[in-house]
């Protein structure tokens, strides 16, 4: 079955750095999508990216979704502490409406 | 946007026992989805519940032990059945978004089974 892959596991960083985390998935994507979650809460929807090659930007956040489609990355620039949490990536295969869940970046923010 | 409600939040139950976790949208959706999150893991999905089908259950997951009801658009049971300390975990409900661009998910059940 599909699987997708995250890395770094886990990354701790000092405020103002950057922060990368990169997503691979076993197969083809419809789209992928990026989620939150901080420690204690639940996920939270961040972005969708649909398109071959596609980057979309929030603030000091870019996504980009490979031009095979099946690989993703978000960056944040200038981390902040309010950053802190787990990033997840979830896939979609085409044809199926559940997401495969990425293996999740945590990202620790010292101040 | 959904608004996902689940109950109860969090307990804490002996192993062999079971429980029922409920979860309310305030829209009507298609499909809710059921997940699982182990200490420090992602999120795994359990089974996709369609109102007036039996549920899908993604592999490793059997009816047996995790029952699920879809008696309406909006409602949905998930049942932890004859539980181990193992099905310590997080139970999340999740529905679509629109057009299905994003997917909203419910606070979570937090279960320790001892």
């Known amino acids: 079955g599909q699987q997708v892959m995250q890395i770094p596991q886990y990354q701790h960083v000092q405020e103002g750095e950057d922060f990368t985390t990169y997503c691979n998935s076993s197969?083809?994507?419809?789209?992928i999508q990026w989620y939150k979650q901080r420690p204690g809460g639940h996920p939270v929807f961040l972005i969708q990216?649909?398109?071959?090659?596609e980057v979309k930007k929030q603030k000091r956040l870019t996504f980009q979704f490979g031009e095979a489609k099946k690989n993703s990355s978000l960056h944040i620039t200038a981390t902040q502490t309010t950053d802190v949490g787990t990033y997840f990536c979830a896939g979609r295969d085409t044809g199926r409406r559940a997401l495969t869940f990425g293996s999740g970046t945590r990202l620790q923010v010292q101040p | 946007s959904a608004v996902i409600s689940q109950k109860p939040s969090r307990d804490i139950c002996q192993r062999g026992t079971s429980l029922t976790i409920q979860c309310q949208v305030d829209?009507?959706?298609?499909?809710m989805f059921w997940y699982r999150q182990q200490p420090g893991q992602s999120l795994t999905l359990i089974a996709t519940?369609?109102?007036?089908?039996?549920?899908?259950?993604e592999s490793g997951f059997v009816i047996d032990k995790f029952p699920i009801s879809r008696p309406n658009l909006t409602f949905s049971t998930l049942t932890v059945s004859n539980m181990s300390p193992e099905d310590s975990s997080i139970y999340l409900c999740?529905?679509?978004?629109?057009?299905?661009?994003?997917?909203?998910f419910g606070p979570g059940t937090r279960l320790l089974v001892l």
């Open positions: 999740s529905v679509d978004g629109q057009g299905a661009e994003t997917q909203y």
């Open positions: 829209s009507q959706v298609t499909m």
């Open positions: 519940a369609n109102q007036g089908s039996e549920a899908t259950y």
């Open positions: 197969t083809t994507l419809s789209n």
């Open positions: 990216l649909v398109k071959s090659g």
